[in-house]
C-alpha cells in the first residue's frame, strides 16, 4: 500500500505542475467619444492557452493565434449585452523582446465586436508563455464593445486571471485521497 501511494503522490505532482485553462475577468467602465456618461463594463471568459502560437522568437511584429474563447459573458450597465457558449478569437501578441511585449485579444460574433489589449509588466518565457503572460498581468489595459448601434470605449479597472486545473489532475487528486483514506480506515 505505501509503494501505490507513491505511486500516486508522484503522478499527481508530475502532472499538476501546469494547468493551461485560464478563466478571465475583466471589469471597467464604458463610454462613448460624444456621450461622457460612463456605464459599468465587464467581460469574463476562459480559453486554453496551448491553442496559442507562440514561435519563442524576438519579434516587434505581430503573431495572431485564432483560439477558442467559452463560456463569454459581457455585461453592459449591469445587463447582458452578449453571452456565448464558444467565440472564435484572435489573440495578438509582439515579443519576447525586452521592453516590447504586447498582448491583445478581439473577436466578432453576432453583431457584436470587442477588442482589449495591454502591455503585460515582462515579457514571458515558461513552459507556457502565453499563461504565464495573462497570469501576470498587473495593468488591466482597455478596448472597445461595438455594436450595430454603438461604439464604446472601454477603461478596465481591474483584471484577474485564474488557473483552471485540468480534469486528470482532479482525478489523480481524488484518487490520492480515497487511498489515503483507505489506509487510514484499515488500521
Not at 500516486?8 to 461622457?36: D, M, W
Not at 453571452?83 to 495578438?92: C, E, Q, R
Request: glycine content about 8%; hydrophobic content about 45%.
Amino acid at each position: 500500500m505505501t509503494k501505490l501511494l507513491t505511486v500516486l503522490a508522484a503522478l499527481l505532482l508530475a502532472t499538476a505542475a501546469r494547468a493551461t485553462e485560464l478563466q478571465v475577468n475583466i471589469l471597467g467602465i464604458a463610454s462613448t467619444n460624444t456621450n461622457a456618461s460612463l456605464r459599468p463594463f465587464e467581460a469574463s471568459f476562459a480559453f486554453d492557452s496551448s491553442q496559442a502560437l507562440w514561435t519563442g522568437a524576438c519579434s516587434a511584429e505581430y503573431q495572431t493565434s485564432p483560439i477558442t474563447l467559452t463560456n463569454v459573458n459581457v455585461l453592459l450597465n449591469g445587463h447582458a449585452a452578449f453571452n456565448a457558449p464558444s467565440v472564435t478569437a484572435d489573440l495578438n501578441h509582439t515579443g519576447p523582446c525586452p521592453g516590447v511585449f504586447f498582448l491583445g485579444l478581439d473577436f466578432q460574433s453576432a453583431g457584436n465586436s470587442f477588442y482589449w489589449s495591454t502591455d503585460p509588466p515582462a515579457a514571458p518565457n515558461g513552459a507556457d508563455p502565453i499563461a504565464d503572460a495573462f497570469l501576470g498581468l498587473q495593468t488591466p489595459g482597455n478596448g472597445a464593445w461595438m455594436t450595430s448601434t454603438e461604439q464604446l470605449n472601454l477603461a478596465f479597472d481591474k483584471i484577474s486571471v485564474i488557473s483552471v486545473p485540468e480534469p486528470g489532475t482532479l482525478v489523480l487528486l481524488a484518487l490520492g485521497l480515497a487511498a489515503v483514506g483507505l489506509r487510514g480506515y484499515r488500521r
